[in-house]
T-cell receptor, first 118, second 112 residues
Framework: KAGVTQTPRYLIKTRGQQVTLSCSPISGHRSVSWYQQTPGQGLQFLFE???????NKGNFPGRFSGRQFSNSRSEMNVSTLELGDSALYLC?????????????????FGPGTRLTVT | AQKVTQAQTEISVVEKEDVTLDCVYE???????LFWYKQPPSGELVFLIR??????QNEISGRYSWNFQKSTSSFNFTITASQVVDSAVYFCALKYGNKLVFGAGTILRVKS
């Protein structure tokens, strides 16, 4: 079974631009979560989508948004990029979403998209 | 609030030594799951082990074992007979809802 795929793997953008990152979950997985990893803040939860609906959201500004399509693929968008947005963005998929039924299901992570903002 | 603390920033061992990675968590939830993930230099987080809040039985899986103690809110992870390929950053994580809260990570360096 193919793992979680993320595109692109590397991206360089300029301050003020916007960027869209893509994630394809493991086949059959309906939940997709996004995380930001930086040396200073570590791994932080951005948001989670399940069946095309955002179920959870982390403490990030509105410049960070996402969506999920009917095939469970997800995109994350960051508008008006800032230098501090430079990070590794990780996507994770799991079989089920929020709630006790899905609590025990592990999340499988993709290789990440390394975004550099100059 | 949920929080995960990994007090060990970096650990260096020589190959074949046993190494234990510490993890302390905070949560008010009665139902939660704890995970360990490994992040090799390639960057991809790899799922290692999972433990739920109802089951304090400690287990061994190959060279990995873990010690979960609710009384001290700890979920320590041990690698027996470490190998160079075990060198990576190890993250302990607490899951509630479908959100993972990660610790800061412990860098493990295994020298040959």
């Amino acid at each position: 079974k193919a793992g979680v795929t993320q595109t692109p793997r590397y991206l360089i953008k300029t301050r003020g631009q916007q960027v869209t990152l893509s994630c394809s979950p493991i086949s059959g997985h309906r939940s997709v979560s996004w995380y930001q990893q930086t040396p200073g803040q570590g791994l932080q939860f951005l948001f989670e989508y399940f069946s095309e609906t955002q179920r959870n959201k982390g403490n990030f500004p509105g410049r960070f948004s996402g969506r999920q399509f009917s095939n469970s693929r997800s995109e994350m968008n960051v508008s008006t990029l800032e230098l501090g947005d430079s990070a590794l963005y990780l996507c994770a998929s799991s079989l089920l979403g929020a709630g006790l039924a899905g609590l025990g299901y592990e999340q499988y992570f993709g290789p990440g998209t390394r975004l550099t903002v100059t | 609030a949920q929080k995960v603390t990994q007090a060990q920033t970096e650990i260096s061992v020589v190959e074949k030594e046993d190494v234990t990675l510490d993890c302390v968590y905070e949560t008010r939830d009665t139902t939660y799951y704890l995970f360990w993930y490994k992040q090799p230099p390639s960057g991809e987080l790899v799922f290692l082990i999972r433990r739920n809040s109802f089951d304090e039985q400690n287990e061994i899986s190959g060279r990995y074992s873990w010690n979960f103690q609710k009384s001290t809110s700890s979920f320590n992870f041990t690698i027996t007979a470490s190998q160079v390929v075990d060198s990576a950053v190890y993250f302990c994580a607490l899951k509630y809802g479908n959100k993972l809260v990660f610790g800061a990570g412990t860098i493990l360096r295994v020298k040959s």
